[in-house]
């Protein structure tokens, strides 16, 4: 069964913080993306990555960039948080050797609040 | 650029009575439609997938959901709900390299 871990499920930063948040897949996946979840809005598309050191922009990259050094690794980074990124944020992976028919896997989520 | 419209924010639905969710969607192709559920504190879990062929799909839970393209819509129903369906449920449209867009949810609330 593919497992996506996220690091945290709470996490508490100031205003101004660099913050990091991890993801890891364990199924080999090409694609992995971040989201972010707020109430009344659903899920907003951040970063997406289709390959190690390939990204791309989604429809709300302001204030965020991601890394991802390692196939399994994506990270989200908060270079300098502010308190309007308080939010719940998700991670998701899927294969990419079918096209977009293979459903996304998610991970439980980071609730993160800046203070 | 996709779109999707899930018209009700919240539901109520007494226990044992059937269900059903809205979810109409803009896509100029032919469109790859999901719906996820959300349990409290938890990742989306996948419901059911329509890619193509019959377009009455099964899903996990007892979920099914039915495509209609000449309405743009892929609702979902259930024919008898349990008190553990309580959730909010995310329709979403498949579209570019492989991103999804989610509609804004449904949260179904069961009442005994």
């Known amino acids: 069964d593919v497992k996506v871990t996220q690091s945290s499920r709470y996490l508490v930063k100031r205003t101004g913080e660099k913050v990091f948040l991890e993801c890891v897949q364990d199924?080999?996946?090409?694609?992995m993306f971040w989201y972010r979840q707020d109430p009344g809005l659903g899920l907003r598309l951040i970063y997406f990555?289709?390959?190690?050191?390939?990204?791309e922009k989604g429809d709300i990259p302001e204030g965020y960039s991601v890394s991802r050094e390692k196939k399994e690794r994506f990270s989200l980074i908060l270079e300098s948080a502010s308190t309007n990124q308080t939010s719940m944020y998700l991670c998701?992976?899927?294969?990419?050797?079918?096209?977009?028919?293979?459903?996304?896997?998610f991970g439980d989520g980071t609730r993160l609040s800046i203070l | 650029a996709q779109s999707v419209t899930q018209p009700d924010i919240h539901i109520t639905v007494s226990e044992g009575a059937s269900l059903e969710l809205r979810c109409n969607y803009s896509y100029g192709a032919t469109p790859y439609l999901f719906w996820y559920v959300q349990s409290p504190g938890q990742g989306l879990q996948l419901l059911l997938k329509?890619?193509?062929?019959?377009?009455l799909v099964q899903g996990i839970k007892g979920f099914e959901a039915e495509f209609k393209r000449s309405q743009s819509s892929f609702n979902l129903r259930k024919p008898s709900v349990h008190w553990s369906d309580a959730a909010e449920y995310f329709c979403a449209v498949g579209a570019g390299y492989s991103t999804l867009t989610f509609g804004k949810g449904t949260m179904l609330l069961v009442s005994p």
């Open positions: 990555s289709y390959d190690v050191k390939m990204k």
């Open positions: 998701a992976s899927s294969p990419s050797d079918t096209p977009v028919n293979q459903p996304q896997h």
């Open positions: 199924m080999d996946h090409e694609n």
């Open positions: 329509y890619f193509s062929g019959d377009t």
